[in-house]
């Protein structure tokens, strides 16, 4: 059974702080890694996508890749309360569905 | 019109009700997934076409019955559905299923609610 673990949350964070939000995945041969982030009553939402070890950046989100540790982040600076959502990681191997996580809900306090 | 649009919006049923979900998008996209979200749950897969061909039914119950007349166009049929088939019913689409740089992208969902 594949998987993909994130923490429930909430997590919560100030204003203008970093939020750093977690996930794990056990299917090794996994290729491709998502974050979608979902706003209360509506839809997942396409935010970042990663395929190599290592950062990549897009205005103040942040994903980080770790293959080997099986792992990949998303960190979001200078947070906003319009950050405030649940953020679903996605894992999908070649040839495969993705494979979705519970989502962690993040809370930027004002 | 942009995106992936999904009617109804909100959906309240009896359990002896038949109801059809809409789901249309305007992406050129070859392949259409239905998503069931629960509270607390991972998104759970249901249904996927490509090219307009069912190439995956996750164990569904038969109450749910999807059709896909064009690559554009995905429906959801319901039938006597029960209380703990209530959630948010997401469509997807994306290009090239199965491809390493596949993007998921969703329609706005349908919250349904059965009585």
């Known amino acids: 059974q594949k998987e993909v673990e994130q923490n429930s949350g909430p997590l919560s964070v100030p204003e203008g702080a970093i939020a750093s939000l977690n996930c794990t995945y056990s299917?090794?041969?996994?290729?491709?890694f998502f974050w979608y982030r979902q706003y209360s009553g509506k839809s997942p939402e396409l935010i970042m996508f990663?395929?190599?070890?290592g950062d990549k950046e897009d205005g103040r989100f942040t994903a980080q890749l770790n293959k080997a540790s099986q792992y990949v982040s998303l960190l979001i600076r200078d947070s906003q309360p319009s950050d405030s959502a649940t953020y679903l990681c996605?894992?999908?191997?070649?040839?495969?569905?993705?494979?979705f996580g519970p989502g962690t809900r993040l809370s930027v306090l004002p | 019109e942009t995106g992936v649009t999904q009617t109804p919006r909100h959906l309240v049923m009896g359990m002896t009700n038949k109801k059809s979900l809409k789901c249309e998008q305007h992406l050129g996209h070859n392949a259409m997934y239905w998503y069931k979200q629960s509270a607390k749950k991972p998104l759970e897969l249901m249904f996927v076409?490509?090219?307009?061909?069912?190439?995956e039914n996750n164990s569904v119950p038969s109450r749910f019955s999807p059709e896909c007349p064009n690559s554009s166009h995905l429906f959801l049929h319901l039938h006597t559905l029960q209380p703990e088939d209530s959630a948010l019913y997401l469509c997807a689409s994306s290009q090239d299923k199965g491809a390493s740089n596949e993007k998921l992208f969703f329609g706005s969902g349908t919250q349904l609610s059965v009585l």
């Open positions: 996605a894992v999908k191997n070649y040839g495969q569905n993705f494979v």
């Open positions: 076409y490509s090219l307009e061909e069912r190439v």
């Open positions: 990663i395929y190599s070890n």
């Open positions: 299917d090794r041969g996994s290729q491709s």
